[in-house]
């Protein structure tokens, strides 16, 4: 008499663990922030944005420099000198931007 | 490529698309602002915007119908970005973020229709986001920290010696930061619809390339719709990174 | 290219490059995105929001009145674990007394039983010796008469009543030790 009994209150117990178990599921899913997968693509764009990032810094240095040799007349003393902060400057931010990447697929990837 | 052109050879001309023509004129002296086909599809952009996101929320239902959950997801998307990248107080800058992402968004997509124009592959366009961004973000960073936010250029952990070199390197990267924004954006969606235009011009230019052309046209198309897409995620996600930096200087 | 049929030659054949149409580009950039703000954080951002917070809420409420069901339905299965463990235990209880009580008729009836068997042996003996005594009273009576009855064949006028008897019974009980 006992044991059917036993049994279906075992089964009862069960169904009611797996309900708090999906209860639970369901309440992470609506807290919790959801995360996107990164494509590939991203991949593709970035090598191309590296670069970039480093002409521009060139660039911009350059520009600084040769105004700054457009007021000194020091012709290309400082056009050379910052062209080489923006070299630097493009290294910089290609490390920033390759740092990025890391963290982006390191959070995506779990 | 041959000099002597014949009808049918091949007849590129893959910056032809890109033309700015004006339906009529505004001159204010300085400047024409005239109405163009640029300003047009940057109207028509708003307005598919409008449309789209109009009718998917007009319904307001709790149970989403497929355009809702679609303008949801993209709401939800930026807003995860915006949060995840630049914290919980750039929230308040969400609907300016919004705004852009979906409106280079727009642009970039209308700009696969054939024939038509797009907005987001002219520098003027671009520039003038990116330079939005920047200055908005900069002005943001001095509300926030005032004269501290010039802590952000200036490497307190580095040897004394260095310090001044390496903020000279950091005032360059910052300022560097709006013309690779704008380039990235532009030169993507630049080359993409010349590209497409030069195969498309080899499918015309001679029987046998057709089918190749064809395949390649339709390869394209999915590769430029999804760079369409990445670049308007790449350049929100830039915007964020920066409001991030501003906010928190590091 | 040589075939180019160039209209924007002043731009090197980039009409992004060609900085007269910048200044009408940016100023209807500007006033279309102005225009896509004002629609967008007036009336459409605030209604996704709206739907994303009440179906938020609504799976929050719905998430809440699960978890009190299943808290209920513990409680119900708790009620329903004790309620059969005491009638378990009020069974066996049951079943313990009725059992005490068995084994106390059980003991009454067999201690009656016994008392009226030792009545009756005691009745019997009783008996069987009334039997026996009679019996042997009939013998010596029957062995007197008959002893005497030989005499009087024998020796008539020598037998003597008491003489007889007394030897009857001493050859009776010699016979009794006997036995």
Known sequence: ???PDGKAGETDRKSLDELGARIDAARQQLD????????????????????????????????????????????????????GFGFAAGIKTILATARGFIDEDDTASP | MAKEAVEGELNIDPMHQFDIKYFFDIDLGIANIGFTNSALFAFIAVAAIVVFLWSAVSGHSLVPSRMQSVAESIYEFVRNMVRDTAGDEALKYFPYIFTVFIFILACNLIGMIPYSFTVTSHFAVTVFLALSVFISVTVIGF?????????????????????????????????????????????????????????????????????????GIVGLTALEVLVAVLQAYVFTILTCVYLNDALNLH | MATENIDHAQSGGMPQLDFSTWASQIFWTAVALFVLYKILNGSILPK???????????????????????RQAEDAEAAHTAAL?????????????????????????????????????????????????EAQSNAKSIATDTAQAIIEKLAPGLSDKSTVEAAVSRALSAAGVAK
């Open chain 1, 32 to 83: 919790g922030p959801k995360r996107e997968q990164t494509t590939k693509y991203k991949t593709l764009n970035r090598a191309w944005q590296m670069v970039v990032e480093l002409v521009v810094s060139v660039v911009v240095g350059g520009c600084i420099g040769y105004a700054l040799d457009w007021a000194f007349g020091t012709l290309p003393l400082f056009l050379v000198i910052f062209g």
């Open chain 3, 85 to 133: 463990a005491t009638a378990k235990a009020d069974a066996n209880k049951i079943i313990a007394e009725a059992q005490n009580e068995i084994d106390a008729e059980l003991a009454t009836a067999s201690a009656e039983a016994d008392a009226e068997i030792a009545a009756r042996t005691a009745e019997s003996e009783v008996r069987i010796n009334e039997v026996r005594a």
């Open chain 1, 1 to 3: 008499m006992a044991a």
């Open chain 2, 143 to 215: 509300l926030k920290h005032g004269m501290h936010f010039f802590s952000f250029f200036w490497p307190a952990q580095a040897p004394a010696a260095l310090r001044p070199v390496l903020c000279i390197i950091e005032v360059i990267s910052y300022l560097a930061r709006p013309i690779s924004h704008s380039i990235r954006l532009g030169a993507n969606m630049m080359a993409g619809h010349a590209v497409l235009k030069v195969i498309g011009a080899f499918a015309g230019a001679s029987a046998l390339l057709v089918v190749p052309s064809v395949l």
């Open chain 3, 48 to 70: 996704i929001s709206g739907a994303l917070e009440d179906r938020h809420n609504a799976i929050a409420d719905d998430l809440d009145k699960a978890a009190e069901l299943k």
